[in-house]
């Protein structure tokens, strides 16, 4: 037979598009084209596949004209994770592995010139269509993919080290035949149930810092961003970095999805699986960088932090784009990306931890140092930040420095796990009474939710006035108040828990000269 079918998917965002690879032997001068909407990267897989093909000892149709189609058409497709399924097909189609037995199985891997299977991108997210789609295909993946894949419920994943380890499970048969054996380098990955036991940084390496470590614990309880201003060296990139470990467990979805998206940034570890990821990009990174793009459109840095955490340190000094364009995720937990010919949505469901210095020398306020900036330069610099975009953050907090003897002298701070037990309990209450986080509160259900006290109503409203709060900003304080009741296991929001959450409502300049 001259024409063979093999079956793989293509990566759109998450989605994993069935792709079939159609391969035709002819007669007629002597070619090997591809075709079907195919990269660069796609179009090169012709001369590893016959590279492959030679090394392993197996015959290439070198005498005819080989057309290879990856249907459908108008779907892109890159990366070398059809080389594979390019090799099987023209195996095939000239009769050296038996056609009828590809069905049911479906195949990705990067074949090198000696055939040895190496890993590509994606493959939990192919794993994660057929279960989303309950197909019951048998996906055929190189190490490290296959064990990626074989996190997903139900998978059936076999690993294949080599393309002759491959070929040898699809020889043809007689059908009075006993099984073959199988390869060594071929064997069925088993789904092993693994211990969601994460390992972060503690916090009682942490000195001091009393307010700060409580709004940690406020933005963990309750979904919250969180920004922080003080002069250099005062813990701020500390605290940040320990803030994954109050956030409680991930659930397996959770990691699925978050393993997922990291698999198509090429990030994924089995050795981080379960543990929320902390993403923390250079200032210098640009607006695609944060939200993503190109074209397939790839994953951004707040897309890898979903469950996690994005840590943007010298918030000021990124650029103006890049800053506004977080803006709608923070509020929407997605972000969709538009090109002329595709149109890509990911998840972006993270917490936004920023750090800041207060003036451009940094010591505006301190104790230790005297502030070199005029005011205009002050002005100038936390203008970088819009009022959109700090009307969107829910706490912000000074953290000053810490004062040499106090450091030496402190012992340990409270470590992570009491206070993430405090903010599982706080989740726990919150979402027993409304189904979400209290970050998440909008509309009927905030009114309906927040259980306000007269006292604590009639105190918020007329500071919001005195302070000129937009209603967004109103509305943020008091998600954070029912967080601080919620920490506190109180029904409703006494004025006790309204004032501190006006405390980390102040403007830049306010805590600056606080």
């Not at 076999?158 to 393309?163: I, K, S, T």
């Not at 790839?298 to 890049?322: K, M, Q, Y």
């Not at 943020?476 to 967080?483: G, Q």
């Amino acid at each position: 037979m001259s024409l063979s079918l093999v079956q793989s998917r293509a990566l759109l965002g998450l989605e994993a598009a069935a792709v079939t690879v159609e391969v035709h032997l002819a007669n007629g001068l002597p070619s090997f084209t591809l075709v079907g909407l195919a990269d660069v990267e796609v179009k090169e897989a012709r001369e590893r596949v016959r590279s492959a093909i030679q090394n392993s000892a197996l015959e290439f149709p070198h005498n005819k004209r080989i057309t290879v189609n990856l249907a459908p058409a108008d779907l892109p497709k890159d990366s070398g994770r059809f080389d594979l399924p390019i090799a099987l097909g023209i195996l095939a189609a000239s009769g050296q592995i038996d056609p009828a037995r590809l069905a049911g199985h479906e195949f990705a891997g990067e074949l090198s010139l000696s055939g040895q299977l190496r890993p590509v991108r994606g493959a939990l997210a192919m794993s994660l269509a057929l279960h989303a789609a309950r197909l019951s295909t048998r996906l055929v993946l190189p190490p490290d993919s296959a064990e990626e894949a074989a996190l997903v419920p139900d998978a059936c994943v076999y690993r294949a080290c080599h393309l002759l380890d491959v070929v040898r499970q699809f020889l043809p048969q007689a059908p009075d035949a006993a099984p073959a054996e199988p390869a060594p380098g071929w064997s069925r990955v088993s789904a092993v149930s693994r211990p969601i036991a994460a390992q972060y940084a503690d916090m009682a390496d942490v000195k001091g810092q009393a307010a700060a470590r409580r709004s940690l614990e406020i933005a963990a309880a309750g979904g919250h961003s969180l920004l922080m201003m003080g002069p250099p060296g005062a813990g701020k990139s500390m605290l940040a970095q320990r803030f994954a470990g109050l956030l409680p467990p991930m659930t397996t979805d959770e990691a699925l999805q978050s393993a997922a998206v990291a698999s198509l940034g090429g990030r994924f570890a089995l050795a981080r699986w379960a543990q929320r990821p902390t993403c923390s990009p250079h200032h210098t990174a640009s607006a695609i960088a944060l939200v993503g793009g190109g074209s397939p459109p790839r994953p951004g840095e707040i897309s890898l932090a979903h469950h996690g955490v994005l840590f943007l340190d010298e918030l000021p000094e990124f650029p103006r784009a890049a800053l506004e364009a977080l803006r709608e995720p923070l509020e929407s937990g997605s972000i969709t990306i538009s090109r002329a010919a595709r149109r890509c949505e990911f998840p972006a469901r993270f917490q936004l931890i920023g750090a800041m210095n207060p003036c451009p020398c940094g010591y505006l306020g301190s104790a230790q140092r005297t502030c070199r900036c005029t005011p205009d330069q002050v002005a100038r610099y936390q203008g970088r930040l819009s009022g959109p975009l700090l009307d969107r953050i829910d706490l912000h907090v000074e953290v000053p420095a810490v004062a040499a003897a106090d450091l030496l002298q402190a012992g340990p701070g409270e470590s992570s796990a009491p206070i993430r037990a405090r903010c599982a309990a706080a989740r726990d209450r919150s979402i027993a009474r409304q189904g979400k986080l209290n970050q998440a509160l909008q509309g009927q259900d905030m009114e309906a939710q927040l259980l306000l006290d007269d006292a604590a109503a009639s105190f918020l409203a007329s500071a919001a006035a005195r302070l000129g709060w937009s209603g967004r900003s109103t509305h943020r304080a008091l998600r954070v108040a029912r967080t601080i009741a919620d920490l506190a296991a109180a029904r409703s929001i006494a004025l006790a828990h309204v004032a501190e959450a006006m405390q980390y409502r102040r403007s830049l300049m306010q805590a600056a000269g606080a």
